[in-house]
């Protein structure tokens, strides 16, 4: 059965939270320390394990204490990278530790309107994160974890100190995070940071989706303490448990299980466009998804498809008697309450009269919210409900340097980790270009693709995906 791991953050997640709740919930420490001891970095930090209670509930408290603080602020991606790929872990655990830092480095370049490769690591580069980020993924591998899910988390408030000086909480870097992510997030009256730019992503990049529990057997709980003293117990708790209903992501390709970022709304047209990829992508004269698609003789399956499935829910009703004007408005609502796609049809209705067809798709866990503001901001008095299945591409977005200037793109990989399926510059920042140097747009556009193309011709496709 497939094994999920259920991230609960009533106060938030950071590095060390995760650490504490991966050790509690039962990997031996002298386990983790020894894979841990791969990096090199032994003589860099002091690792410290305690127990603690908070209003009177036991936790694991994990602090790491660095010894030489000359490290901080002057690692590179580049330099990450390398320190992970030498380091000879499980195969699961190095895919998910770069895709971690990957993520970080594309937020982080989006704040500071940088490219990805000119991002100077400053906290999240330090090594403490190093070791709270490749733990948590060596804790998850350790657990068999197939599947990571994420609750919404708090936003906290007030301001934290950091390499920049200080600055509004969520820090850019986590708001850009939890953006990409269309993380669902609500204020628990909390002044505090309570979402640390690690721990934004690691939920972010290994969740498969953000939202209330899933059905499953629950087997193990996890208590990891966080740093500040709350009004309420500060603790992330990690369920542990095997799904009651296989899940389609549970059937094959082990290594790519609990890197799927799932849950995610973009504009309905992006997502009507991962919806609709199509078999021809498996034929040979693709012949950079051969390795996906392996000839019948290969131990792989030949059927497998790009990109990943997961459950979502199509809410349709229709509607002859509601003002136009009622529909902009509800568009942008419906997207905020968590819709992946909204769409509308031209349908004719009983009595002659023309009408529209509503239809919303959205993850289960969004379905009450968006039936709620059907009910409140339209005349239907009822809605259909159908549960369906999507094939969905992972998504990266990344800034490319073009001749008139520096243009956002986005890729659809068919794995995590690619090749490429399609790349799509963003339209208005192409079209504001053309218009500043008097040009046509798709001038602009083509320049920015083959920008992109030699970009993810590099040995790995930028890991800032999602699904």
């Known amino acids: ?3 999920i791991a259920y991230f609960d953050c009533p106060t938030g997640i950071a590095g060390n939270m995760c650490l504490g709740a991966i050790l509690a919930a039962g990997m031996p420490l002298g386990d983790l320390l020894a894979q841990l001891e791969r990096l090199g970095l032994g003589d860099e930090y002091e690792f410290t394990v305690a127990q603690v209670r908070l209003q009177e509930q036991a936790a694991t408290a994990v602090t790491i204490k660095l010894v030489r603080d000359a490290i901080q602020g002057h690692r590179h991606l580049s330099g990450i990278e390398a320190l992970i790929q030498q380091a000879n872990f499980p195969p699961r655990v190095t895919d998910w530790s770069l895709a971690i830092f990957r993520e970080l480095a594309a937020a982080e370049a989006a704040v500071h309107g940088i490219p990805t490769d000119q991002v100077h690591f400053h906290e999240v580069g330090a090594t403490d994160a190093l070791i709270d980020v490749v733990g948590t993924c060596l804790g998850l591998d350790w657990l068999g974890v197939d ?13 934290v100190k950091a390499a920049h000086g200080r600055l509004p909480v969520p820090a850019p870097a986590v708001l850009e995070l939890l953006r990409r ?5 609500y204020s628990n009256g909390i ?6 730019p690690t721990g934004a992503a690691i939920a972010t990049t290994l969740s498969q989706h953000f939202g209330s529990p899933p059905a499953m057997t629950l087997e193990q709980v996890g208590l990891g303490a966080g740093s500040h003293d709350l009004p309420i ?3 992330l708790r990690l369920w542990i448990g095997t799904a009651t209903q296989p899940s389609p992501m549970a059937h094959g390709h082990h290594q790519e299980k609990g890197q799927t970022n799932h849950r995610h709304g973009h504009s309905h047209s992006e997502h009507q466009h991962s919806e609709h990829q199509h078999s021809e992508h498996q034929h040979s004269e693709h012949p950079h998804l051969e390795h996906l698609y392996p000839q019948p003789d290969s131990p792989q399956s030949p059927q497998m498809p790009p990109g990943h499935s997961e459950s979502a829910v199509e809410l349709q009703t229709q509607l002859d008697d509601l003002s136009p004007q009622a529909i902009g408005y509800l568009y942008d609502g419906l997207f905020q309450a968590g819709a992946l796609d909204v769409f509308t049809q031209a349908i004719g209705m009983k009595k002659n009269r023309p009408g529209i067809l509503l239809t919303v798709i959205c993850h289960p866990s969004h379905v009450n919210a968006c039936q709620a503001l059907l009910f409140a901001e339209t005349t239907t008095l009822g809605i259909r409900i159908t549960p369906q299945q999507r094939q969905t591409l992972y998504r990266t977005w990344q800034s490319v340097i073009t001749a008139y200037g520096p243009v956002q793109v986005k890729a659809g990989l068919a794995t995590p980790h690619g090749p490429i399926v399609n790349l799509q510059p963003e339209y208005e920042t192409c079209a504001q270009l053309a218009r500043h140097h008097g040009i046509g747009w798709k001038r602009v556009q083509w320049a920015a693709i083959a920008a992109a193309q030699a970009l993810y011709t590099e040995p790995y496709a930028p890991k800032n995906w999602r699904a």
């Open 1 to 3: 059965m497939e094994k």
């Open 181 to 185: 992510a269309r993380v669902p997030i």
């Open 191 to 196: 002044d505090k940071e309570l979402v640390t």
């Open 147 to 159: 599947r990571v899910v994420c609750s919404p988390l708090p936003v906290g408030g007030g301001t």
């Open 233 to 235: 117990p500060n603790i």
